[in-house]
């Protein structure tokens, strides 16, 4: 159920944080490091995000979705930090 809508935005947004540090890294304002480093933070939320699911029968909660939603806002303000 991947395209529940609350999943479906998670999963966007992270899909849209790995289009900029591949972005980053291609312009040179990220190095492979601290793409490895970002990209490592997403494949968590990632898991975390699957996990969740895989307790309520394939959909995250709102609360759930809030989280995760936290914790991408704060590799994205690291992508940002970094490119800059």
Same mark, same amino acid.
């Given at each position: 159920? &991947? ?11 992270? &899909? ?11 312009? *040179? ?6 793409? /490895?480093?970002?990209?490592? &933070? ?5 898991? #975390? ?7 309520? *029968?394939?959909?995250?909660? /709102? *609360?759930e ?16 930090? #970094? /490119?800059?």
């Amino acid at each position: 159920k &991947e395209d529940h809508p609350r999943r479906a935005q998670v999963n966007s947004r992270l &899909e849209n944080q790995n289009r900029r540090i591949d972005a980053g890294v291609k312009s *040179g304002k990220l190095t492979r490091k601290q793409a /490895k480093q970002l990209h490592a &933070e997403d494949h968590a939320i990632r898991q #975390e995000e699957r996990a969740m699911a895989a307790q309520h *029968g394939g959909h995250i909660t /709102k *609360g759930e979705q809030r989280a995760l939603n936290r914790q991408e806002n704060q590799t994205s303000r690291q992508i940002y930090d #970094e /490119k800059h």
